[in-house]
Nanobody, 121 residues
Framework: QMQFVESGGGLVQPGGSLRLSCVAS????????MSWSRQAPGKERELVAG????????NYEDFVKGRFTISRDNAKNTVYLQMNNLKPEDTAVYYC??????????????WGQGTQVTVSS
């Protein structure tokens, strides 16, 4: 079955940057659109960004547009999320998943353990 292992989170000051990584297994990675989602304490999980199977197109929610960049390396079965100009409201656990289709947030795999991002001074 599909499995995802996220890493790269941590504590960062407002305005700082982090790069998250997600290694996928149990799927033919290059065939799937991928996405990053996040869940803040007491809130529902929300979609952050998505990318097509070949990496040619990306999509972002308005609250991260211009600050976050999603990318992938199909040779390494890895999807990345570069996060710049971080804000306290970006504090959350971040997860990746494979999607049924680009821009269709129907997630196909079980959620991994996620990686905690905390933005605080």
């Amino acid at each position: 079955q599909m499995q995802f292992v996220e890493s790269g989170g941590g504590l960062v000051q407002p305005g700082g940057s982090l790069r998250l990584s997600c290694v996928a297994s149990g799927l033919i990675f290059s065939r799937y659109a991928m996405s990053w989602s996040r869940q803040a304490p007491g809130k529902e999980r929300e979609l952050v960004a998505g990318i097509t199977s070949d990496g040619s197109s990306t999509n972002y929610e308005d609250f991260v547009k211009g600050r976050f960049t999603i990318s992938r390396d199909n040779a390494k079965n890895t999807v990345y999320l570069q996060m710049n100009n971080l804000k306290p409201e970006d504090t959350a656990v971040y997860y990746c998943n494979a999607d049924l289709q680009f821009r269709v947030p129907i997630h196909l795999g079980s959620w991994g353990q996620g990686t905690q991002v905390t933005v605080s001074s």
